[in-house]
């Protein structure tokens, strides 16, 4: 038996309309999916400045990846015994910050920057955030800037005593997994340190 023709000509728009639904289900459902989940620490006490770290003083939770969680993607067998730098709440998310410098697994890294592209009179011990702007290889920025790295502690900075616009060297403690991020984000474009 004949089909009519009819039926051959909805049969396009009855596939088209189905597949911008099964389109837009897709895009709804990728929109509303949790982001990913990281493994972060907290206190489970409050603790005053000075304290040495236990294992109870510590515990794992998982939260959403953030960009501006970097500085608390610590390992917990790391800060066995660390000292607290000041004072902090039971359920705070822990920080570099929080723990006095240990060079025990810290380790001292020097990138270089041009002296238009981070703050004046930077010092041992201040913490400075490190962004990036993209480029391509004839310099043309391709992306808009991105936070590599926050509260990186300086080591040792070299003061620009000669006027000239030269690059100056900046040396800061960072964890070894920070290590090949930071030299990536050097290699991808301009680096800059911004103060908080």
Do not use: C
Not at 40 to 51: C, D, I, N
Request: hydrophobic share 50%; proline share 7%; no cysteine.
């Amino acid at each position: 038996m004949a089909i009519p023709a009819k039926k051959f000509n909805r049969v396009p728009k009855v596939l088209g309309l189905g597949l911008f639904v099964t389109a837009f289900i897709v895009g709804i459902g990728a929109v509303l999916a949790p982001p990913a989940a990281r493994e972060y620490l907290v206190f489970t006490k409050s603790l005053p400045a000075g304290s040495r770290l236990s294992e109870s003083d510590i515990a794992s939770v998982l939260i959403p990846v953030d960009n501006e969680l970097m500085n608390y993607e610590l390992n917990k067998t790391q800060l066995i015994n660390a000292e607290l730098a000041h004072s902090v709440q039971q359920g705070e998310l822990v920080s570099r910050s929080d723990i006095k410098v240990m060079e025990s697994f810290l380790r001292e890294l020097t990138l270089s920057f041009e002296p238009n592209s981070m703050p004046p009179a930077i010092a041992k011990g201040d913490q400075l955030d490190l962004w990036v702007v993209p480029q391509d290889g004839a310099g043309n920025a391709i992306d808009p800037a991105k936070l590599v790295a926050a509260n990186l502690i300086v080591a040792a900075a070299a003061a620009d005593e000669s006027g000239i616009s030269t690059e100056l060297p900046i040396t800061f403690y960072v964890s070894p997994t920070q290590v090949a991020e930071l030299l990536d984000a050097v290699a991808a474009g301009e680096i800059y340190l911004v103060r908080r």
